[in-house]
């Protein structure tokens, strides 16, 4: 017998009819398909924990509440239009089809006053992003810059939250901060941002526009179970 028989495998030296009948064959497919089940399930999972990720808007801390991946429904996340930051009242894109952007049916957008009406009372979860970018070769001029969240109720305004950035020459090129807090929301009471800053408007600093997410503010309503009453 040569070394060429010697290493033949055995299922080849069965009869034809035999081979077709032998069940190894048919426990490698199963193997195979189990084997494809499992990747197919690990992959779905990987996918579903990093659009959990993905869908948490911009700069928001991994320990923000849970109801904030329901902000499609209950929320609304703006971005801003401008890169100025000299004194003023911000404007926002509010269109739903922007990426970033999110709008639900629990809110007005008031574009010429610049104003967000609030259709469902609640507590609400509202949060901030400032970012500014050094435009020049070297950003020397100390600076304080105040994003400003106001609440209008009936003829009353109060500042509910400040995000605010020290600018100065030991600053980096780039600098954001992130900030949310807590509030009760009635229906038509009304949120708008001012923007505060001691510089000019041709100053060295602006908004961050490479990335125009990077600028944003949003709320959304927490569910009944956390919300106070609420005249």
Known sequence: MTASQLSQDPESLLPAAARRRCPCRGLDWCLLLGLCALGAAILGLA???AWGV?????????????GL???EDVGAQMLATNSLTNDRQMKW??????????FSSNFNYHKDYDELEVKVGGLYFIYAQLAVTCTVRNCTKERTINLVINQKSGNTEIPVLT???HLS???????SKFSAVLRPLKKGDFLFVKLKSNGKDDDDWHLEQTNKKDNFFGLFRLPRSAEPTVQ
């Open 47 to 49: 996918l579903c924990s």
């Open 54 to 66: 993905l869908a948490r808007p911009l700069g928001t801390p991994e320990t923000a509440p849970a």
């Open 69 to 71: 991946s329901r902000a």
């Open 93 to 102: 894109d509010y269109h739903p089809d922007v990426d970033g952007v999110i």
């Open 163 to 165: 995000v605010s950035l």
């Open 169 to 175: 020459s030991k600053s980096e090129d780039s600098m």
